[in-house]
């Protein structure tokens, strides 16, 4: 063997010259290969969820609460042109569980409702504290625009509202088809997410064929792509479906 064999023993001090200069290649490819990899990963992941949790402010709104077909409250707001218009709150307790028990018997009735915001641009949600809610003087009763838009084939995912508003990123698929299924369960309003082919999405507030509060029944379609069939009502801001029948992995 001569001096310039690229024969290396591990233990000496220095690696002949070949060597050296193939391992530094080596390692700046597989540093590259990692970085590329990594990059490509991070942009091929969804975007995180736009809903907000305001874990830790509470806030207390003034409005007029509805009871059915789930619990909300109905907030008056000035518009521009000075008419009173309404932004509606759905309204939850604390953990996995719905407001029935707290506003029960207080339909039509002006309160102060201290809970946390819940909320994403299109949708505000409020999850009600512990003996949060107290009745105070109202102005009167609240007129919503209705309108009936007739029956309606609608495919999408039903997802619980809470979870989707802001509690929970990701708040769809099957990954979170446990904790939604746990939701409404415990009488979180279910919800119908439809998207259309721009990538705009709609919400349904869902109920059964008579219009009456039916989370559990929901609570078995969570997690997967389905399509119902229902009347569909717009109340104020809010789109409600009375569900006939639903149809999984329809097409």
């Known amino acids: 063997m001569t001096e310039d064999d ?15 200069a193939a391992v530094r290649r080596t390692v700046l490819g597989l540093a590259l290969i990692v970085l590329g990899s990594a990059a490509v990963f991070a942009l091929a992941q969804r975007r995180a969820d736009i809903g907000v949790f305001e874990y830790g402010h509470p806030r207390s709104l003034h409005g007029q609460i509805r009871e059915f077909p789930y619990p909300s409250l109905l907030v008056p707001q000035t518009a521009s042109e000075g008419q009173t218009r309404y932004a509606r709150y759905l309204l939850v307790a604390e953990g996995k569980h719905g407001a029935e028990a707290l506003v029960a018997g207080l339909d039509r009735q002006w309160a102060d409702v201290e809970g946390t915001r819940i909320a994403r641009p299109e949708r505000e949600m409020l999850e009600v504290s512990a003996g949060g809610v107290s009745v105070a003087p109202g102005s009167g009763d609240v007129s919503l625009p209705i309108a009936d838009l007739g029956q309606q084939t609608l495919t999408g995912e039903v997802v619980d509202s809470k979870c989707w508003l802001g509690v929970m990123k990701p708040a769809t698929g099957t990954v979170h088809r446990g904790c939604a299924s746990r939701c409404l369960s415990g009488g979180i309003p279910p919800i119908l997410m439809t998207t259309d082919s721009t990538g ?13 509060a039916a989370p559990r029944y929901f609570a078995g379609l969570v997690g997967q792509r389905l399509t119902l069939v229902g009347l569909v009502r717009r109340e104020g801001d809010l789109l409600v479906m009375r569900v006939l029948r639903s149809e999984i992995g329809w097409p």
């Open 6 to 20: 690229s024969f290396y023993v591990g233990y000496h001090p220095v690696a002949p010259a070949t060597v050296a």
């Open 200 to 212: 705009s999405t709609q919400h349904y507030l869902l109920t059964d064929a008579d219009g009456n």
